[in-house]
């Protein structure tokens, strides 16, 4: 079924792939398309490299479709798992150089500079001053965090997809207090 609607679908791409007289056009036969980096490499440049006769994709079309959907996903998913993938590395480089081997242990980056460039951050620059921590709710249960006043931070999960605000944008608005994890 799969094979079927992939290639219901090239079918549909075949219509400006063929030429009037039902001959296969392909890049070699067509005039060559200008691009401002000096070669066709666009969409129109995928779609080139297929072959079709009679309006329908050869078996070498059809393979180097399946390779170019592999290659898409594979980008995909690299994309996809970054925010986890950078995540966990803050995590490791936590236990690993900052001794922090328990959920709920807080590191605070006050290194002017450079100092901020040995953690594996994507995002810190080196003017902040940064403070974080972990929660395992599994390994803890409810969990209930006290914000110092005046503060500006944020909760995120894993996958770094945004869960609240805390200090200044958060539900105590800068005055500090204790924000348990049924409030987020």
């Known amino acids: 079924m799969q094979k079927k609607l ?26 060559p398309q ?34 170019q959907l592999d290659f898409q996903r594979a980008a995909q998913a690299y994309l996809e798992f970054m925010p986890a993938m950078s995540t966990q590395s803050i995590f490791e480089s936590h236990i690993r150089d900052n001794g922090m ?25 080196t003017e902040s001053i940064y403070a974080s921590s972990w929660i395992d709710l599994n390994a803890d249960g409810p969990t209930v965090v006290e914000v110092p006043p005046e503060v500006l931070g ?23 207090g204790a924000l348990s994890d049924s409030a987020v």
């Open 6 to 31: 992939f290639i219901l679908s090239l079918v549909l791409l075949s219509s400006t792939a063929c030429s009037p007289n039902g001959q296969p056009e392909t890049a070699a036969n067509q005039a």
């Open 34 to 67: 200008e691009s401002g980096s000096g070669g066709n490499i666009g969409p129109q440049a995928l779609v080139d490299q297929f072959e079709f006769v009679g309006g329908y994709p050869t078996e070498e079309s059809i393979k180097l479709a399946f390779d």
């Open 101 to 125: 081997t328990s959920p709920g242990d807080v590191g605070v980056y006050i290194q002017p500079g450079e100092g901020k460039a040995e953690v594996l951050g994507l995002t810190y620059n």
């Open 154 to 176: 944020v909760v995120d999960d894993g996958w770094q997809r945004y869960i609240t605000d805390l200090g200044n944008a958060g539900p105590d608005l800068g005055q500090g």
